[in-house]
């Protein structure tokens, strides 16, 4: 549970704010108490001076609900009360248009989550200033949502109930909560389990319930952080066609984390390529390929350069990060 640095993991601290996306006001506590899925425990996880302040959805989306993203000069070095300050990111600077589809890759350890906890506003932003449609970001808001990296369900609901969790706060008659809360729960394939508890599922089911949860919400900027990292293949490729088909929908500004070249690529119009720790954008490489829920895509000789392109700079970044060991 704890780190070299005796401290609760950027990981573990996800899971707390998962919990607590949608009850924004009790991120701006110093101590949160939350149970896990899986086993349930319960663990105090400090907040890192979460500013108080939040903005809304009303305050931070433009009249479509969209957002474009500006992250200028962003440094972010972790504290820990034992051991060596980490550099995490240094002097980052890089613009996403809104409705934009950008996937954040480079090595382990480069700072990728640690950006997306602070467009989702769930840090202090230390240096630098981050804008979602040209709002400053002080606080988590439901115009973000986020999906991490390793599930987060509160493991005494069941599927619908999780679901429905993140829709109570919107003015919405119940029949329409349960209309919208039964359509994601059968877009990401969970029909039949509207019943079952986190604990009856697999990774990848809770994984989709996540999902499901966030997008429900439909907020205009999506936050993911290796959302499909732990599913298996079929499920990964089935989701990522799920993926394209919703963003074509309803477009909006996504910022996804991935380890998977190829699934950059495929889904993004930009991918950016992120320097081993401390993390600096080393390149921007325009991804955007004639989209659609079409497999042939990653056939053309187009795609196979692009992947093969990007994969380069990945490798190149990845050296630099072992040598960091
Ligand atoms: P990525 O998501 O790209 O793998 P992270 O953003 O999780 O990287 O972490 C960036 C760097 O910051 C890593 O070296 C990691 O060990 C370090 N780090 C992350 N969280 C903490 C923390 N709470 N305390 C100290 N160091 C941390
Ligand atoms: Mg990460």
Redesign the pocket.
Known sequence: MR?A?G?????K?GYAINLVTEAVGAVGRPALHLAMSHRVFVAAVKVEHVSPTKSSPSDSSTSDGTAGIVIDDVTHE?Q?ARGRP?L?LDHLNFTIRPREFIALL??????????LYLIGGFMRIQNGRITVSGQLVTGPGSDRGIVFQHFALYPWKTVRENVLYGLTKQRLPKSERLEIAERFIQLVGLRGFEGSYPSQLSGGMKQRVAIARTLAIDPGTLLM?EPFGALDSQTRALMQEELIAIWNQSPKTVVF?THDVREAVLLADRVAV?SA?P?RLKEMVDTRMPRGLNADVAETPEFIEKVKYIWNLVRDEAVAAERQR
């Open positions: 780190d640095y401290h609760l993991r950027t990981a601290l972790y820990p980490v995490a480079g090595p382990s350890g480069c700072g990728k989550s640690t950006l952080d984390v992120m720790r993390g």
